[in-house]
């Protein structure tokens, strides 16, 4: 017996996500209602407690590397010192392998 479905969820996206939901409904070859239901229900999602502390860590040393690559392009520095920033990823690197054991 089919179980009478009477209640709606809704929520906003912007026009790139909802290209990609579409898309990923139409490979899924179902309407994106069933396809976004199917993936609700189906796929666990683990919380990794300290993860989202570790952005601001990460895109720091993404801005610092574009930086030091326009100066680079630019001819403004001959030859950049990355130890630091190698330091820094290697010890967020660190930080979110421990995080993983922990699951």
Known sequence: MRMKRDRFIG???NEYED???RGKARSYKA?????????????????IDGIRELLPQLKRIGNNLNQLTVLFRQNNIDNPDLAVIKKEFATVVHEV???LKAI
């Open 31 to 47: 309407n994106v209602s069933t396809f976004l239901r199917a993936t609700a229900l189906t796929k666990d999602i683990i919380v």
């Open 11 to 13: 929520f906003k996206v």
């Open 19 to 21: 290209r990609v939901i």
């Open 97 to 99: 392998k421990e995080k």
